[in-house]
Structures are given as C-alpha cells and as structure tokens.
C-alpha cells in the first residue's frame, strides 16, 4: 500500500512493485478514470514507460525501481513530459492518472496520512 512517508514529508514510500503489461495499464487507466485511483502497482509501471537517466525521468525511475520518491520531482517529471514529449492520449490519460495518484497518495485525510487503495 502506498503512503506519505511521515518522517519525510512529501515523500513517496510504496515499496518495490512487481511490474504490469502495457495494455493492462491502459485498460486499468480507462476504466477507472475519474472513478477511482491507480493502484501502486500501476503508477510504478506508468514511471517505467517513462524513466530515463537524463534530467527528466529520474523521478520516474526512482519510483519504478524503489517505490520511493519526492513528490515535487515526480509532478516535475510528469509536467515535462505531458508538455514536451507526448502526443498519444493513452501517454496522456497514464500521466493524468499517475500525477492524481500521486498527489491522493500524499493527500492528509482527518489529520492521519492516507494510503492509497490496491
């Protein structure tokens, strides 16, 4: 279960994730979009597709490889990549739902750090 690492503020601490096929991810983004969240294992494939050792994508291998990962580089890497390297709207659709887990993952709730649902 992903949560707000609460020693580090604005951190991200899932765990590492067994990794899922792309067109199970697509299909998982489509059904739950604007219904409910990613599960972890997802946003960890999504940062897969996406990591990359130059500037842009260190974040997104950070979270792909050990489940942890500030926030602030994530949305970082996300926005990039939204602005500058995607055209396809399954690119699109991953990175929308990847940056709303992300922020609903470190999202407080009544005083207590959520966790996000699998």
């Known amino acids: 279960m992903g949560a707000l690492d609460a020693d580090h503020f604005g951190m991200i601490n899932i765990g590492r994730q067994?990794?899922?096929v792309h067109d199970d991810v697509v299909s998982m983004c489509v059904?739950?979009?604007?219904?409910e969240e990613i599960t972890d294992q997802c946003a960890a494939t999504i940062a897969s597709f996406w990591q990359s050792p130059g500037n842009c994508g260190k974040?997104?291998?950070s979270?792909?490889?050990t489940?942890?990962?500030?926030?602030?580089?994530?949305?970082d890497d996300?926005?990039?990549?939204y602005v500058h390297e995607t055209g396809d709207l399954d690119d699109k659709l991953m990175l929308d739902?990847?940056?709303t887990w992300a922020i609903d993952v470190?999202?407080?709730v009544a005083g207590e750090l959520r966790e996000s649902a699998e």
């Open 31 to 35: 059904a739950r979009r604007g219904v």
């Open 97 to 99: 739902m990847l940056a």
């Open 106 to 108: 470190c999202r407080p």
């Open 18 to 20: 067994t990794l899922m």
């Open 59 to 61: 974040a997104f291998a």
């Open 63 to 65: 979270l792909a490889s």
């Open 78 to 81: 996300i926005h990039y990549s």
């Open 67 to 75: 489940g942890y990962v500030a926030l602030e580089e994530l949305l």
